[in-house]
Every structure is written in C-alpha cells, then in structure tokens.
Nanobody, 121 residues
C-alpha cells in the first residue's frame, strides 16, 4: 500500500505562487514509484498536471513553463511549485502514486485526499 498526505493549497491572487507537498509512505512506495499531480475543477474531469519518473518529468500543456514537479527521495516527498497562477488553475489538486503490484502483475494507483487551490482574478 501507499499512503499520500498533501499540503500547501490555499487562496492566492492571479500571478501569485503556491507550493504543494505530498508526503508518501507505505510498503509499496519506493524511489522508483511514479509520482504525479492531478487536478479536478468543478464540472470537469480529473486531469494530469505533472508527472515525475526516473526518466524525467512531463507536464500538461496548460502549465508548461509555470509549474515544476520535483521530489526529495530522502524525505519521500513530491512537490509541485506553481508560479504565475491563473484563475483557470483553480481546482482540487490530488497527489498520485503509481506502484507496481507484483501479486497481480499490474500498476496500482493511489491517491491523496486532495487540496484546494483557488486563484482569484
């Protein structure tokens, strides 16, 4: 299992910055676990914002150049630095861990509880 605890959301004005943190733990978490941030705005589907793997990072087009995902393996923590925030970035942000299940031979997804980010215009 993997447990994820997010923090760092809040209310910020357009153009401002926030940093989200996601602390991971559990028997199936390792430095090879793929970590990501997703978001879900009211009335919309959950979408991938950024992902980090051993091979690098990838971002949604809407956040490229503004958001940065990183991880501190010593702290088992993943971060999402969000700069130049826009009102359309308003959403609940979820931390995701994708860990391989050796018993079922598949990848399992784990989710945090979500943290609200609100950007005012």
């Amino acid at each position: 299992q993997v447990q994820l605890v997010e923090s760092g959301g809040g209310l910020v004005q357009a153009g401002g910055s926030l940093r989200l943190s996601c602390a991971a733990s559990g028997s199936r978490f390792s430095i090879n676990t793929i970590m990501g941030w997703y978001r879900q705005a009211p009335g919309k589907q959950r979408e991938l914002v950024a992902r980090i793997t051993s091979g690098g990072t990838n971002y949604a087009d809407s956040v490229k150049g503004r958001f940065t995902i990183s991880r501190d393996n010593a702290k088992n923590t993943v971060y999402l630095q969000m700069n130049t925030l826009k009102p359309e970035d308003t959403a609940v942000y979820y931390c995701n861990a994708r860990a391989f299940n050796p018993f079922l031979f598949r990848d399992d997804d784990y989710w945090g509880q979500g943290t609200q980010v609100t950007v005012s215009s």
